[in-house]
Structure formats: structure tokens, C-alpha cells
């Protein structure tokens, strides 16, 4: 068919058919992508294509793999001495530091205890391998070594050893992707440690940094401010480190500040990340807290009879 | 194996070649400088090679690239669509270009492609990029002669047509 155009007209060729073809295929792209922004087709078809694509993104990642391989196996004795008596000096450091907050921590959780409070500090992690692998759309996203075999869920929070990373948005069967809180389509709760004003960080539209664009112009922030998660909205739980204020400036229309957030996690760099498995607190907003005083078993006998707590306050509703 | 199904092994084996290295990261700092491999591929052989390659091709092409890479479904079905449409269009002229001038109709096609990307981006939704979003076509431009003669050359030298 193709030579059939050759002879009609090679140089002006201007057939109606293509044309056709064209505007159907492109009508047909279009309705995809609506069908897709509606229902989410893309994560069934990649799901239903797993066996297909998952070896695509390994082969895909060999590359990557292959040149850190490379550079451990040729990278120059000195520099990997360096390296290891880096690390030793951090775990030293790091194990004296937990040794000395274990005691504290044992402490505080006797304290919990005692306020009938059921949130540990103990964490119930994953470990999780990066995939290099290019996921265009900017690069917000990173793909990881594990998936749904290995009961990663979406909306499973990833943190890295200095803060969090971002948040699982898909996950195939042995691999998953994440969104990192850098991605302009992502936003965290959090909390500013100094003055505890809680506010929402956005990733920026450069995607190596998070925005806080609504903070109000009477309230307190200074560069230099460490943000943490606040733990509102259920996804992430609270007191992880997200990241540290760089640059307070008033908004354009003048009517709040907004900071820019270096992210605490070394998001373009981590090769190992912790995937979080207990989901802090179910959706929605966080239960009401409840009345201060040791559990109601350790009060005194006679007190029983009392009347001891109000009925709880019925749910906030939003 | 004969010349026939030679010529189609390495034809799909160069589109699923670009795939994948559309999928491989380059580090950090030369992130934005990675060409849009499909593209470049796609347009080399809708010039070569015409009947092989047609708009039904470029969006399964599309298709499969969204499915391993892509925000929504049919986006980049839609460009790749677009982009050999004008490309077989304007075959016969390209083909008699020199290698400069074919550069620079490479660009115009690869800045098109950018364009329809914004487009469906801002439609979607999203925000814009940063600039340095548009230096991948003119990296795709200044190695199109390199591919088109490497292409060109294993051919000839496989004597596939």
C-alpha cells in the first residue's frame, strides 16, 4: 500500500487516508488517557503485564547495577578504606547513641504505659533495594527491589537513614514504585520542631526541593527550622525528619511566607531504603485524644464505682 | 534465516532496544540531556524503511513505552503517533536532505513532540517543567546523524533491505 503512494504523488503526497488514520489513532490516544486519568487503567494494565514488564525493568536496571558492581570491584583501595573507616566511625557513633537512648527509651515507654498510649517507638520495617531505572515524568519516582509478594502495599511511607523519602504509589508483584515527597504532586503534613506549627510541604516544581507555601506571615519560621512529620492525615507516622528549611520569603500575593525545604532524606543518592510497615493510624483525622490518668485497672478498688471518664467526645466530624 | 526475517528480527530488536534505553538512567547532572530514544529510532525507520512503519506501529510502540514509562496511558501513543505521521508525510523530502538540514528536521520534530507533551501534561494537570526540560531534542538532533549512519551502515553491511 505504502508503493502505491510512491507512484501516486511522492513529493506533495497529501492522502486523505492517512489523515483518517491519523485522527482516529489520535482520538483513540485521547480517549485513553481520559479513560486512564478516570479509572487508573494504568496500574491494571502494568498489573496485568507484570510478568512482562518486571524482566523489562531488571534489564533496564542491569546497567545501573553493573557500574556500582564496577566501582566496588575497581574503585581504588584508598577510597574504599576511607569509605569503610567512615562507616565504622558512624556505626560506633551510632550504637553509643542508641545505647545511651535505650534507657530512655525504655523509660519513656514505661511512662507510655502508664498514659495507656499504645504508640511504640518501634519501628517494623523492610529493607528495600533501588532499581535504577528511568520512570521519565520529571523523575519523582524510583522503583524498588520489592513489590506485592513481599506485602508492600500503596501508601506504604519509605524512609531512607536521614528522613523520609517518599511514599509507595504502585507496586507489581516483586518490584514497586515510590513518589518522593520531592515530586510537585506530593504533599506531607509536618510540623516545625522549633515553634510546633504544623503546616503542609509540597515538592517543588525544580523536584529537588519541597515548598511550604502557606504558612502565615505572623507565624514564626526561620531558615535553619528542621520540619518533621506531623502525622496528621494517617499516612506517614509523626517525628520522622523530613527535611530543613533553606530560604523564608513573603508569597507573591503577599499574603503568606513561603520556605523552601531541603529534604532531610539524600533522595537522589540512597541505593538502600526502609519501607514502613504499620500504617500509623488509619485515614482521616486522628482520634480524639483521650483524658489524661494512669489506666482505669490501677486505680483503686472503691474508685470503680465512680463514674470514672466522661463518654468520649463523638468523632470530629470534617 | 533468511534476509527477510533477518531484516524483521532486527527491526523489532532496534525499537526494543530503545525502549530499554529509554529506560536507563543516565547519572544525576546528565539526566535532561537523554534523548528520546523511540523518537529517533521510529523516524529512522519510517525514512527507510516506509511500508514497515505505520501510524498503527507508532502507537503500539506508544502504547508499550507508557506501559513500562509513563505518567497516563496513550500519552506517549499519541506523540509517537503524531511525530511518524509527519515524518512519513514529509518521507520523500527528508530523505533527500543533507545530514545538516535533517538535523534540523529532526529538532523541529523532536520540539514538536516536547510541545504535545506540555500540552498533555497541562492538561492533565501537571505542572511545568524546568528548563532544562528542552535540551533533550537538541541532544536527539545533534546524534541523529551518528544513528542514521550507524543504522544505515549495519544495514548495508547485513545487506537487509
Redesign the interface.
Known sequence: MAHARDESSPLFAGNAAGTLRLIFYLALAVVLMVLDQRNGWMWRVRDAAAAVVEPVYRLAGLPVAGMRTLSVAFGDRQHLTEQNQRLREDLLLANAKLNRMAAVAQQNQHLKELLDTRHSLELNVQLARVIGVDLGAYSHRLMLNVGARDGVKPGQPVIDAHGVMGQVIESLPTTSVVMLVTDPAHAIPVVVERTGLRTVAYGSRGGDQLVLPTIPLAADVQPGDQLLTSGLGGRFPPGFPVGRVTEVAPAATGMFLVAQVQPAADIGRSEDVLLLHDQAEPDGPPAPAKPMGPPSELAPANAADAPATPPAPPGVSR | MNRQSLMRWWFTATLVVA??L?????P?PL?PF?PYWPALVLLYWSLES??RVT??L??AV?LGA??????????Q??RL??LV?IA??FR??LRFFPMWQQSLAVLVLLLNDRVLLLL?RFL?G?????AS?WIAPFVGAALWPFLFLLLDDLRARWRIQ
Do not use: I
Not at chain 2, 506501559?67 to 496511558?73: F, R
Open positions: 525502549l530499554l529509554m529506560l536507563v538512567p543516565l544525576g539526566a537523554k516506509e511500508d501510524l498503527g507508532a502507537f506508544g507508557d506501559v513500562v514509562n509513563g505518567v497516563v496511558l496513550g500519552e501513543a499519541l503517533c503524531a505521521f512519513l508525510r520523500s523530502r498533555v492533565g501537571a505542572s511545568l517543567p524546568p526540560w
